[in-house]
């Protein structure tokens, strides 16, 4: 697996901040950034999001904030960051 470095948090410190990197291969993205807290994972699974799908979080997830300003980093279809 192969990860290019694609962008962190603005004016960052120097540990514990939201970063994004893309797997080269496949064009995961792999995301570093704050854990959902308790009210926003309550809140996203009152809302839910198809019907018959199971609102929990397997064990092998983890719901993750991501800061909008981050969205400037994820790569788009046509190439453009």
Request: without cysteine; glycine residues 6%; proline residues 10%.
């Amino acid at each position: 697996m192969a990860l290019r470095f694609i962008g962190i948090y603005p004016n960052t410190p120097t540990d514990e901040s939201p970063t994004i990197w893309v797997e080269e291969e496949t064009g995961d993205l792999i995301i570093q950034s704050w854990t959902a807290d308790e009210a926003t994972v309550k809140q996203a699974q009152e809302v839910g999001s198809i019907p018959g799908h199971s609102t929990d979080i397997p064990a092998h997830e983890s719901m993750i904030r991501l800061p909008a300003v981050m969205l400037q980093y994820i790569p788009r279809p046509d190439g453009d960051a």
